[in-house]
DNA sequence: GTGGTCTAGACCACT
DNA sequence: GTGGTCTAGACCACG
């Protein structure tokens, strides 16, 4: 699996395990039924703790993306890749809205922020 | 003095308060030598501990934009407020970058972020 | 870590912390990315509250002696020793300059004072 | 009453006005039985608050270096110019130690603290 | 009245 | 386990 952990950045290593997961099933990358690696395999590969991967495979079971099978694995469940888009796209928005909620408290225009966003985008 | 605390999001109180004081400082609605409210009337009046109050000060101290003097109180210190404008932006952009990131990480195209944004900034 | 604190003096506890933990990363005990103790540890073994230690420890990270990251630890940044000793000397400058000057206040010949100062230092 | 107060300087302002007033009796400029201006006269002069000047009486009286009639006025009592001295060197002595134990806390030699003392005495 | 320090503990997020 | 935030209250020093 080809994931890609950035320590810089200060986002937590489980989101980003996430976050790239549920990307894979949704382009179909990862199909219902495939095994993901192992959390002892991937921890080694990303050079990570195992807690770490543990925290991100619970994090998939729980919003019903993974099944794990005690004794044998973690499996991609039936997904609909409409609603996890659509899902996704909430969480964006959800760190949109934090930055655009800053900007407002620091007096900053929308214009200006739009300027900026933008700037990022292009950059 | 109007600060607004919002304790939904995840946003720590005594970043709220910082955010908030440095622009009243910067828009000029908080002038040299002006005394800030006290440590205690502050968390009076927005019904949180003291202690967050005073750890609000203590940052905006460190970075320069107060003087505290024991037993008198809390002061604005000279300021450029250009200055303060850009460390604010720098902060936003910081906010901004994390959701972009986030989007890639989810395989979601720089159109469909820019859509988001636009729909939030209008809401 | 051995660090000792002394009660009986009206020096805050954490500037006491700071000023030891200073003062091994000038002195090389501790070394670049070396780990500090957790706050929790130090606290258990400095019988102090946790809230102390992580004040010292703020104060060490506002000052780039240190970086902390979350859920893993602080750690030792690179620091110039040179650069170090230079500003603890200033630190300790300004505390004679009070003495100093408070023997003034008072009348204080400055052989007389210079007496004292080398009494104390003996003794 | 020829009184300097220093603001500038870290140093509580009655602390400022009782080391000076001790200083004009151990002197003799103020005799047994003079009378001190009135907290609110000293305090105009100076230009600061007439608690402030009240705490330096205060602390004069319970030292026992004046006795405040009421309605009259505060008037210097009668007093050992040595012993005063004594007293003096005595509170000079316990800044100074402040200044060795930080020093010694930081790691700073003996003689480089000795150079640091001497090169500010002749400043 | 003001700010400065400290406690003892809670709950949360990250590894 | 780690650090991050917050509470409710204490006691002290300064004006």
Redesign the pocket.
């Known amino acids: 699996m080809k994931i890609i952990i950035n320590n810089s950045l200060m986002i ?4 980003q395990i996430v976050d790239q997961i549920k990307t894979l099933i949704r382009k179909g990358e990862l199909k219902e039924n495939d095994n993901l690696p192992s959390v002892r395999a991937l921890a080694r590969e990303l050079k ?2 195992a ?2 991967v543990k ?1 991100a495979y619970d994090d998939l079971e729980a919003e019903g993306f993974t099944v794990t099978v005690h004794g044998k694995g973690t499996y991609v469940a039936a997904t609909n890749a409409e609603r996890l888009l659509e899902e996704q796209k909430k969480e964006v928005e959800a760190d949109l809205e934090k930055a655009i909620q800053k900007a407002r408290r620091c007096g900053i225009s929308d214009e200006d922020l739009k300027d900026i966003f933008e700037l990022l985008l292009e950059g």
């Open positions: 937590p290593i489980y989101e990570i703790s807690l770490t925290k």
